[in-house]
């Protein structure tokens, strides 16, 4: 259907924004896009791969850029790299006592199923740290 009403797809993918231009009277006018691959988990321009684009309304859609960090704030508690609350490897407890995370908020944007999991997994390490073992 995109390709019958504009000739092409019009849909671009592995690409971010990399600069806007706007006119003299501050509208944009047009983006300097980029090239971007996936290099050792991180996302890496692709050089000499720039395009400019007229463009006059940008929406951005991000997706997940981390948990919002007033609660982790509120408790004191670390954050990884990508926004989610630190604890060791494959384990709920945060650094600080008693406090214990799952889910999203601890592996960052996700599934329900994971949701469920964690929170399941998560009870366990809490009455463990209660009760000195589980059942
Ligand atoms: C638009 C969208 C679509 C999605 N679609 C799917 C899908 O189709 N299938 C799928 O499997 N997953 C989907 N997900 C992901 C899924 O919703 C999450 O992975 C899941 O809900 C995470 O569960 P959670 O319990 O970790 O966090 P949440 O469900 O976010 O629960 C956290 C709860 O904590 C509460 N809270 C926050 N701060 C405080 C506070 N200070 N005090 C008390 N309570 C607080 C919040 O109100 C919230 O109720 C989608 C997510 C989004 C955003």
Not at 117 to 125: D, M, S, Y
Request: glycine letters at 12%; aromatic letters at 8%.
């Amino acid at each position: 259907m995109r390709i019958a009403l504009w000739g092409s797809d019009p849909r671009i993918y592995e690409t971010t924004v990399k600069e806007y231009i706007t006119g003299k009277n501050g509208k944009l006018r047009s983006i300097v896009t980029v090239k971007v691959k996936m290099e050792d988990r991180k996302l890496v321009e692709v050089p000499g791969s720039e395009q400019t684009l007229k463009c006059d309304l940008l929406l951005i859609a991000a997706g997940f850029v981390g948990c919002e960090p007033y609660t982790a704030e509120a408790f004191g508690a670390e954050l990884t790299g990508r926004g989610a609350v630190m604890t060791e490897p494959g384990h709920y407890k945060t650094g600080l006592p008693g406090v214990f995370t799952a889910g999203d908020m601890h592996r960052g944007q996700s599934l329900v199923v994971w949701a469920i999991t964690e929170g399941r997994e998560c009870a366990r390490e809490v009455d463990e740290y209660l009760m000195g073992y589980t059942v």
